[in-house]
């Protein structure tokens, strides 16, 4: 008898529901008013980038870099609900395959999506864990031969456009410096898919930024 083989998808698919059913389990223990605020903010982050790229004998892995934002309506004492959107670069001279390609070769993904989250409201500080669901668009060029500094065609370039559909968790605290700002710090783990696939952004990424409540 064959094992039987669940979609990668459906297991994302089924981490999200339950992660982001958490705050309603919380919200249902409260009795306080609905809305409880809004916050929004920009942040930077940093993490790496892995996961299978391509066919080509070079698949880069290392360090990305990027900015983004997220917005948040406060419901109850503890579910909070959003959106969000990022852009993340990853430079393939800051990777494994720099002595293979040239000057100008990336790894560029952009991605948003709708997110929910558990939060504390402790003190000082806001602990919070949730997730995230969305698509996104990663864009890589690889210059094999040439350079990015003339304006000749080069004959050895690759570029490629790939959409995906992604769910990522994450973990965060919020540090109330103000009523009305936070410092934000949180830790995720993008799980990308495409065609029933893991495929880059697959990896870690550290986020700070600052929180504007109301």
């Not at 809004?38 to 980038?49: N, P, V």
């Not at 892995?50 to 698949?59: D, E, M, R, S």
């Not at 040239?102 to 929910?116: E, T, V």
Request: proline share 5%.
């Amino acid at each position: 008898m064959r094992p039987i083989r669940i979609p990668r998808i459906t297991l994302l698919l089924l981490l999200f529901c339950s992660i982001s059913s958490l705050p309603v389990t919380l919200w249902a223990q409260d009795a306080k008013p609905v809305y409880q605020g809004c916050s929004g903010g920009m942040m930077l982050h940093a993490g790496w980038l892995g996961g299978n790229t391509n066919k080509y004998p070079y698949n880069p892995q290392g360090v990305t870099f990027g900015i983004g934002g997220a917005m948040r309506v406060n419901l109850w004492q503890h579910l909070r609900l959003g959106g969000e959107g990022y852009v993340s670069t990853m430079p393939v001279s800051a990777t494994d395959a720099r002595l293979l390609l040239q000057k100008g070769s990336y790894i560029r993904n952009g991605w948003g999506g709708i997110l929910a989250d558990a939060c504390w409201r402790l003190d000082k500080v806001w602990p919070y864990l949730g997730a995230s669901i969305g698509g996104g668009a990663k864009r890589s060029l690889f210059i094999a031969d040439g350079s990015q500094d003339d304006w000749k065609a080069e004959e050895y370039t690759v570029f490629r456009k790939q959409t995906y559909f992604y769910i990522d968790p994450f973990i965060g605290l919020d540090i109330v410096l103000t009523n009305a700002i936070h410092l934000s710090v949180k830790i995720d783990c993008m799980m990308a898919v495409r065609r029933s696939e893991l495929l880059t952004p697959i990896g870690p990424r550290l986020y700070f930024g600052l929180m504007f409540c109301h």
